[in-house]
C-alpha cells in the first residue's frame, strides 16, 4: 500500500494518457462530435489517400466511421500494382470491407456513404469518375447481392484539393 506520494505534471500527463489509452482499448470514445444537421444516421464517413515513396510501390490508405457519432473507425490499407499509382482501382474491395465491418457493428447497412478522396488533381477527376466511382458502385452492387436484394445507399465523392490559389486573408 502506498500513502503520500505525489505526482509531478510529467507524471500526471503520463497518467493522462495511460488512462486515455486503457479508455479506448475498452472500446470507448475519447471525444464526440454533436450530431451535425443534415446529415441522417445511417451515414458512413471515408476518407482515402495514396502515399508515394520513392523507389516503391504507392500505398492506399483508407479509413472508415462505424457509428452514428462518426467517432469510431475502421482502417485498412493495400498496396497498389505500380509505383506513383493515384487512381485507387481496388478502392471497391476497400469500402465493402468498411461496410462489412459497419454492418458487423451496427447489425444494418449504411444507407449514406460520403467519400472524402485527397491527391487528385484536375486532370485525374475523369479517371476517377471512370474507375475509382464505378469501382465502389460495384462493391455496393455486391454487397447487395449477397444480402440477398438490391442495396441502394446513396455515395457522395468529394475531392479535396490542397494546391489552390484562393486565400482566405
Known amino acids: 500500500m502506498m500513502e503520500g506520494f505525489t505526482v509531478d505534471k510529467k507524471g500526471m500527463s503520463a497518467v493522462s494518457n495511460i488512462l486515455l489509452q486503457m479508455n479506448i482499448k475498452l472500446g470507448n470514445s475519447l471525444w464526440l462530435t454533436p450530431k451535425i444537421p443534415g446529415i441522417p444516421p ?6 482515402a489517400d495514396v502515399n508515394h515513396m520513392s523507389g516503391q510501390r504507392s500505398i492506399v490508405g ?5 457509428d452514428d457519432r462518426f467517432s469510431k473507425y475502421f482502417s485498412q490499407t493495400d498496396i497498389c500494382k505500380s509505383q506513383n499509382e493515384e487512381i485507387m482501382e481496388r478502392i471497391g474491395l476497400l469500402v465493402e470491407k468498411a461496410v462489412q465491418n459497419y454492418v458487423l457493428i451496427n447489425k444494418s447497412l449504411p444507407e449514406n456513404i460520403i467519400i472524402y478522396r485527397d491527391g487528385v488533381g484536375e486532370s485525374q477527376f475523369d479517371a476517377v469518375m471512370k474507375v475509382e466511382v464505378r469501382n465502389v458502385l460495384a462493391a455496393i452492387k455486391k454487397i447487395g447481392e449477397k444480402h440477398g436484394f438490391k442495396y441502394n445507399c446513396k455515395i457522395m465523392e468529394v475531392i479535396v484539393q490542397k494546391k489552390i490559389n484562393e486565400r482566405f486573408f
Open 62 to 66: 483508407l479509413v472508415a466511421t462505424t
Open 42 to 47: 445511417k451515414t458512413m464517413i471515408i476518407g
